[in-house]
């Protein structure tokens, strides 16, 4: 294949290079972090539902554990490669250590498609997975959660595969599993909670209150609803949210200058983040645009939807006004958007800081479910703030003290923190 | 009335009365004769028996009594009126025979009971009494003493105590029975009867027999009767006894059904009289009467041919299943004016022919045991006729020939004029006792036209369907039933099935309006009436999302409450689609897909407003899930991002549960799917042609609402794949996983060359090729723009190997290709649509996989590669991506042609070419013949027609001794489609080495045709013709194809040939 060719692993390699260059890491930890610790390939095969056999490729790719044991998705991908596994680990490593949660980074996976399998065929893939890992995935060696094309029902075969071989009960060794069967609350708030915990801790460092700013918010799922939610009880205002309107085939801005109410769009909003237009309209709301959530006159923007939302041609109509940008979705600021934020001053709180509650709940799934003990919502949701704002003041700190941009500080720190377990053990 | 038709009248009832009593003499005979059985046994039969000869059988009973004991029936009741006669035994009364009535009736000219009633009672008193004498007599010589007094025939024989009853009874047809001997003694070569018959012959030819009324024929009876018994006496000395009963036994049944033969095969007769014939018929059955088996046949033809349909391929299947007693329940809901002569139209045809088959198969395939159809009542079609009548509203029949602006502005106007007339008295006097019969359940009134759901034309969703809640007064009820079924036959005259009709060739046929009213399946809910859930399902799955799933797995779509959102395809929701030969490979796997894919509205009748309303589901069920039918299995629970499908009605709180139509429970834990998959195999090899059925279940059983061939809804339906197109004309070809349908007129192609995508040099430039598409969507013209790309559309993730687009990225285009390429020796897989694959079902957007590298394929990727790029002047923004995504003006680039993507399934092939706008393909063979585009769907037909007309003008009639040439079937009838072939009728008379020639010429011809058809359809035979050879001999004796000249319905077209001249 051309050379020339994107390779998501070459990237992240590239990512980890420039940062290790800034920490002046030696030859030998670069090494270590450069590549992965271990990798698994195995084959599973599976009695069709038509009597044939079908062997299914599967994957499992720790990239470190120095801090703790690995943690990572399984992808259901029917054209998987290794290097988009491998790249994947290795920003599961990072993520975890910016949070500061003592897990390390991986990543499986298995080439399939699902929608050309059976539920039963599927359930075979996923016991054929845990049968060849067995030994090697567990509480306290490798952690496994869903991840593109699988879900809870996926994990609970895992589990229930895994605790017959192992013969005993360890809930701790998969997360994403539902409530009842060691999942864990607070997980549908973890992650828009986390974003806005972040936000508050940093409106103390510019010395505003909450009750005196505004934001804007793009996306109406479940990370925007709860980061308003918050942002509200913190007093502050949100007075416009856009989301995607099916029938119409495009997105519009709902906004409300005296500040939305979600007492009263929570019924007109559908499980997809939805809002219903016409009965939003009639509560006295303002349709506009879908891209005008960004140019809305507010204190805070809250991208936490799609990706590339801010790019080289909205970025430019971010009002002045705009003073942090906590970004909830996953890589919402393109290359060149960066730039231009970074030349303006805007606080950027960047994604795999902002977004962590989801992972930081996940291991809070792992410790309950470890100790066979589980917390109230309000209990997790308690722990979720005390580790999101520690992390969050150590990256913007570490900014401050050596003037970093917030983005490059968050890498920083992880991979600082991660090369120094690898240290400390010897590894390097 | 006039008085010759009354005195027709009575004639018509005596002759039942008639029937009636013999049948009841000839049981009564049979029973008398059971030595084993003991007298009380023997009477218990005999009452038995008896009712059913007499005029009002329903409130009819019989008793004997017999030495002071009395037999009777279970649920004797006190007589109204009673007809009795004496057992008289060697002078001594021992008993009677009672008939009475349990009601009353009016009293005729001789009292409650007729003449001949009064007779046969004598008779069975006389019989009973003989019996038991014999019995009491019996193993001593008295017996043939007493047999030889009673029977003038002296004979001791079976068969001759039955003629000697019939010539007490019926002389006709004891004078029938005996010429029918006679008949049989001479073909057996008896001597004396040729004498015998010659006498016959005199004395009968001037008064027949058959036709003419009792009194003229008295003069002659006599000695007719003389003859006979000399005709029996010849059979008794030429045969043996056994021989002889079973012909008479024989003989005396065919009489029996002479009455239905000459209602139903009599053109003229009308609706009532026929019906009257399948009363009794009805009648004599039950008594255990049996018809010939070719008889049978016959008159089960006769009756498909006037109740259902004259379409042959219709009546050979039906003939297997639809029985002569079947008809006996159809005619109790039937609603005609009295002079009917109109049938039930194609709709009440299909369903009811399914409906057969099912229960024929029921014992083979357990799980169609529990399949109904709902009660249905049916409007012959020529009632609309007799409205229009009525209403002076003939001229409305010409409206087809208007030109279609006309006809699209009149049409309101019409609907106003029909809802206004009012319907003849006669016919609303049936609504009036029809609205009692239904009472307040909610009805669907349909439309059931001669042309719908025909094999070759299927009208889908041409014509009206209407729920009517039918709620509140009888009046009202009434009211809303009549302006119903006027604006079903206004639809008649409405823009779209006109147009259908002249697309079909069908311009000229004289539409009749049948209708059919059907009880809506379903259960009060709350206000609300609907079926647990319903939908529509398909022999043949057009649309598979995955490789796995073959075409023969069919596709089923489901909705809960009424059916109409399966039928129809939606914008803003979503059916549930299964595969049920693959039920397990679901098109939704994600929670998120199962969410968004899920039924979101439901449409019910609301009986409290009385209307037709959609309702959103999760509305209903928190004010009525506790009272959904089924529900547990209809809806999943989602909790955490997890989808439990198991759920019980003891663990779903309605108030608060996050729930979602899945039919989970009813594809796992009902028989449902195995039900609809055996349904359509079933029906599917009974048609002998795919088939979509629509169903609907209340909850507790599955209903069958509408059964028809598979229709292929306008651009749906498999497009013929010309073989002559030279590859520049072509863009690419595909032969894997095709489904059905045309695109047309496309103007651009948006292009993502596979290489470029995969050099891409990282994950932005990527997702600037997603973004770059959304754009063009919204630029390019709607449904004229084609989407082409590498791998999987729509990935997610990892999307090196699939541009990264949402539906609303692609909504605007014509079609979604997918192309695998090798690299390597890898060839990707495809994603069939997968991530929007409901909503390229709902938009009908096309999806296209191409495997270019395959052999015989045909991918012009110069022509993508070297035409000129449009998309830094739409985009500039995405100028640097001009390597990887070319944009292409289709009619710049080829001189004002546009592309077409024609798509076969039934072939399995696909192809994309040029053509001039507004053709199908570019012509290549100007000169064949006269009509060369045979591709268009009217086309077929006429040219075929053109090439038998051709053929037959150069048929040299003198070298091949051929006397006439004739055109039947498809082409002759305008609906021959690409696979078709020609019919052709020879009328030879010639020598057989003419015939062999012939032959060999004609082969010559078909061979040709055959290979015309295929370059232009792709549709491959061993030959077009299909030659039928006939004889004058064929032609005196109607045998063979024969009988298609000169017949009544579907005659042969004779076609002109050339002839020297004299």
């Known amino acids: 294949m051309n050379q020339k060719a994107y390779n998501p692993f070459d990237t992240a390699k590239a990512q980890f290079d420039k940062v290790a260059e800034m920490l002046e890491l030696d030859n030998g930890t670069r090494a270590l972090l450069r590549n992965t610790m271990k990798e698994y390939h195995f084959n599973i095969p599976v009695r069709m539902d038509d009597g044939t056999v079908t062997v299914f490729r599967g994957f499992r790719v720790v990239h470190n554990d120095a801090r703790g044991p690995a943690k990572g998705g399984i992808r259901f991908h029917p054209q998987e490669t290794i290097d988009t596994v491998r790249a994947l680990s290795m920003w599961m490593t990072w993520k975890c250590a910016v949070v500061d949660i003592p897990l390390g980074g991986a990543k499986g996976g298995v080439i399939c498609d699902p929608h050309h399998l059976s539920s039963r065929e599927q359930e075979q893939i996923c016991r054929g997975w845990m049968r060849q890992l067995s030994r090697d995935v567990g509480p306290l060696q490798d952690v496994p959660a869903p991840d593109v094309m699988t879900n809870s029902q996926h994990m609970l075969w895992m589990l229930d595969e895994y605790e017959t071989l192992r013969n005993g009960r360890y809930p701790g060794v998969i997360t994403g599993k539902p409530v009842g069967m060691g999942g864990s609350l607070g997980r549908t708030e973890a992650t828009g909670y986390g974003v806005m915990y972040t936000v508050r801790e940093a409106l103390k460092e510019m010395n505003i209150r909450p009750e005196d700013t505004t934001a804007s918010f793009q996306g109406f799922g479940n990370v925007s609803q709860y980061a308003i939610r918050l942002y509200q009880q913190m007093g502050g205002t949100a007075v416009a949210a856009s989301c995607w309107d099916q029938n119409d085939q495009r997105s519009y801005t709902f906004r409300k200058s005296g500040g939305i109410d979600m007492e009263e769009l929570m019924p007109i909003t559908d499980k997809f983040g939805a809002i219903d237009r016409k009965k939003a309209e009639k509560l006295g709301y303002e349709i506009l645009d879908g891209g005008e959530w960004i140019t809305q006159d507010v204190d805070i923007l809250v991208p936490a939807a799609l990706e590339n939302e801010i790019n080289a041609e909205t970025v430019t109509s971010i009002k002045d006004s705009v003073k942090i940008i906590a970004e909830g979705a996953n890589g919402p600021t393109t290359i060149e958007a960066d730039k231009v934020l970074h030349e303006r001053g805007i606080f950027v709180i960047p994604d795999f800081l902002a977004n962590a509650g989801g992972v930081t709940c996940s291991y809070f799934e792992q410790v309950q479910c470890n100790m066979n003990y589980y917390w109230e919502k309000d209990e997790v949701l308690g722990k979720l703030d005390t580790k999101m704002t520690a992390a969050f003041i150590a990256v913007s700190e570490l900014a401050k003290q050596k003037n970093l941009y917030m983005r490059d500080a968050a890498y920083v720190i992880a991979i600082d923190r991660v090369a120094q377990a690898c240290k400390n053990r010897g590894w390097a | ?888 003006d289709v009619p710049g680039q080829t001189d004002g042609r546009v592309l077409n993507i024609l798509m076969n399934a039934d072939l399995d092939e696909a192809v994309a070419l040029f053509a001039e706008p507004g053709r199908i393909y570019a012509r290549t063979h100007e000169k064949m013949t006269s009509i060369t585009d045979i591709s268009a769907p009217d086309e077929f037909w006429k040219w075929r027609y053109h090439m038998a007309e051709t053929i037959a003008r150069h048929l040299d009639v003198e070298r091949f001794g051929v006397q006439g040439c004739y055109l039947f079937g498809s082409t002759k009838n305008a609906t021959a489609g690409p696979a078709s072939d020609i019919d052709l009728l020879i009328h030879f008379r010639g020598t057989p080495q003419q015939e062999h020639d012939l032959v060999n010429w004609l082969e010559g011809w078909s061979l040709t045709l055959a290979e015309m058809n295929y370059l232009k359809t792709g549709y491959r035979t061993d030959g077009l013709l299909d030659v039928h050879i006939i004889t004058d001999d064929d032609i005196r004796n109607k045998t063979s194809y024969a009988v298609k000249i000169g017949a009544v319905t579907d005659a042969a077209k004779a076609l002109p040939l050339t002839r020297a001249e004299a």
């Open chain 2, 1 to 888: 009335m006039s008085i010759k038709q009354s005195e027709m009248d009575d004639l018509l009832d005596s002759l039942q009365e008639r029937a009636k009593e013999l049948n009841c003499f000839y049981q009564l005979e049979e029973v008398l004769i059971r030595h084993d059985l003991e007298l009380p046994e023997l009477f218990r039969h005999i009452i038995a028996i008896i009712p059913p000869g007499w005029q009002h059988p329903n409130i009819c009973q019989a008793r004997i009594i017999y030495e002071d004991a009395a037999y009777e029936p279970a649920g004797f009741k006190t007589p109204v009126a009673v007809l009795s006669a004496d057992i008289t035994i060697q002078e001594e009364v021992k008993g009677r025979v009672e008939v009475s009535y349990t009601e009353s009736v009016p009293a005729g000219k001789d009292g409650f009971f007729l003449k001949e009633e009064k007779r046969l009672i004598s008779t069975i008193a006389d019989r009973i009494a003989g019996t038991i004498l014999y019995r009491q007599l019996s193993g001593g010589t008295g017996i043939a003493a007493e047999k030889q007094k009673e029977h003038p025939l002296r004979d001791d024989t079976e068969w001759a105590a039955i003629m000697d009853m019939l010539l007490k009874s019926d002389k006709n047809l004891f004078i029938h029975i005996c010429r029918k001997m006679l008949h049989y003694l001479y073909w057996n070569g008896i001597e004396e009867a040729d004498t015998l018959l010659k006498q016959f012959e005199v004395k009968t030819t001037k008064d027949e027999l058959e036709d003419c009324n009792r009194p003229s024929r008295k003069r002659t009876m006599l000695h007719l009767i003389d003859l006979s018994k000399e005709v029996l006496k010849v059979a008794q000395e030429s045969f043996d006894s056994d021989r002889i009963l079973r012909n008479i036994q024989k003989w005396i049944q065919e009489d029996k059904s002479r009455f239905l033969i000459r209602a139903i095969d009599d053109p003229n007769a009308s609706i009532s009289e026929i019906i009257d014939a399948i009363s009794r018929y009805h009648t004599i059955v039950q008594e255990g009467f049996e018809i010939a088996p070719a008889m049978e046949k016959g008159l089960r033809v006769s009756l498909i041919r006037r109740f259902f349909s004259d379409q042959l391929e219709f009546i050979n299947i039906a003939k297997q299943y639809i029985d002569i007693h079947d008809y006996y329940y159809i005619i109790k809901d039937l609603i005609f004016s009295p002079r009917s002569h109109g049938s039930l139209g194609g709709k009440s045809a299909g369903l009811f022919l399914a409906s057969q088959i099912v229960k024929k198969h029921a014992s083979a395939h357990p799980v169609l045991r529990d399949i109904r159809t709902p009660k249905t009542w049916y409007i012959t079609s020529d009632t609309m006729i007799n409205f229009l009548h009525y209403n002076n509203l003939e001229q409305v029949i010409e409206q087809k020939y208007k030109d279609m602006d006309e006809i699209i502005i009149e049409y309101h106007n019409i609907i106003q004029i029909f809802k206004n007339s009012p319907f003849p008295p006669e016919i609303l006097r049936r609504l009036s006792v029809l609205v009692d019969d239904i009472g307040e359940i909610p009805i669907i009134v349909r439309s059931s036209s001669l042309l719908e759901d025909r094999l070759g034309a299927a009208f889908s969703g041409k014509y009206k369907s209407l729920f009517l809640p039918n709620q509140g007064s009888r009046e009202q009820r009434l009211d809303a039933l009549t302006d119903a079924i006027a604006e079903i036959y206004a639809s008649t005259f409405g823009p779209d099935p006109i147009e259908y009709r002249k697309e079909k060739g069908l311009i000229d046929f004289f539409e009749e309006m049948g209708v059919m009213i059907q009880e809506v399946v379903g259960k009060q809910v709350g206000d609300y009436f609907f079926p647990a859930f319903a939908g529509v399902a398909f022999s043949n799955n057009d649309f598979r999302w995955s490789p796995r799933i073959k075409r023969e797995d069919g596709l089923l779509r489901m909705v809960p409450g009424l059916g109409t959102r399966a039928v129809d395809r939606l914008s803003d929701d979503y059916p549930v689609l299964v595969s049920p030969g693959c039920p397990e490979l679901k098109v939704s796997i994600t929670p998120d897909e199962v969410i968004r894919y899920s039924p979101k509205c439901i449409d019910v009748i609301n009986l409290k407003t009385h209307t037709f309303e959609t309702v959103e589901v999760p509305q209903l069920l928190r004010e009525q899930g506790d009272s959904y039918p089924l529900i547990s299995k209809i809806i999943s629970a989602v909790k955490d991002n997890h989808v439990t499908g198991s759920l019980s009605s003891l663990n779903i709180d309605f108030s608060s549960d996050d729930l979602v139509v899945t039919f989970d429970g009813i594809i796992t834990k009902t028989p449902l799917v195995k039900q609809i998959f055996t349904l359509l195999q079933l029906l599917k090899r009974e048609y002998r042609t795919p088939v979509d059925i629509e169903f609907a279940h209340d909850g507790d059983h599955l209903y069958l609402l509408q059964c028809r061939p598979q229709s292929h809804s306008g651009d749906l339906s498999p497009t013929p794949i010309p073989r002559d197109i030279p590859a520049d004309k072509m863009l690419f070809s595909a032969q894997r996983y095709v489904a059905n349908g045309t695109v047309t007129n496309v103007t651009h192609i948006v292009y993502v060359d596979p290489e470029a995508y995969s050099r891409a040099a990282n994950e932005d430039e990527l997702k600037r090729v997603g973004r770059a598409v959304s754009r063009l969507n919204q630029l390019l013209p709607k449904r004229q723009f084609i989407l082409m790309g590498p791998g999987r559309w729509g990935s997610r993730g990892d999307i090196k190997l699939g541009v990264s687009v949402t539906y609303s990225d692609i909504s605007n285009t014509a079609a979604l290709i997918e192309i695998a390429k090798k690299t390597g020796n890898f060839t990707p897989d495809l994603s069939f649509g997968t991530h929007f694959f409901q909503d390229l079902v709902e938009s009908s957007i096309r999806y296209l996989p191409l495997y270019p590298d395959d052999e015989q394929i045909v991918f012009n990727e110069a022509f993508l590669l070297k035409s000129r790029n449009l998309l830094s002047e739409l985009i500039p923004e995405f100028t640097d991506l001009e390597q990887t995504i070319r944009v292409i």
